[in-house]
Nanobody, 121 residues
Framework: QVQLVESGGGLVQPGGSLRLSCAAAGSIDTVYVMGWYRQAPGNQRELVADITLSGRTNLADSVRGRFTISRDYTKNIVYLEMNSLKLEDTAVYYC???????????????WGQGTQVTVSS
């Protein structure tokens, strides 16, 4: 089985920082893209950032300049460094990855369980 294990969420004051981590584990052949989505109450789930196998990054306009996505290609871990956090960053953050399991022909999308990030004074 393949799973994404997230950690790092919590409560932080505006202007503070958090680092989220997501590790892909299981019978994995290749992890292609890894990224983060978030969903706030009343909002649709939106892409925050992702990073491809080649290292290309994509960040939402709302977080560009404040968040940084990085990846450990050896350990299959993706990180989201969140700085200068704002109230509107409050959401459940979900890790996402395109993974080809061992012995599989094609990759599939996988989701983490979600981790709560709350920005509040």
């Amino acid at each position: 089985q393949v799973q994404l294990v997230e950690s790092g969420g919590g409560l932080v004051q505006p202007g503070g920082s958090l680092r989220l981590s997501c590790a892909a584990a299981g019978s994995i052949d290749t992890v292609y893209v890894m990224g983060w989505y978030r969903q706030a109450p009343g909002n649709q789930r939106e892409l925050v950032a992702d990073i491809t196998l080649s290292g290309r990054t994509n960040l939402a306009d709302s977080v560009r300049g404040r968040f940084t996505i990085s990846r450990d290609y050896t350990k299959n871990i993706v990180y989201l460094e969140m700085n200068s956090l704002k109230l509107e960053d409050t959401a459940v953050y979900y890790c996402n990855a395109g993974i080809r399991p061992t012995f599989a022909t094609s990759p599939s999308l996988y989701w983490g369980q979600g981790t709560q990030v709350t920005v509040s004074s």
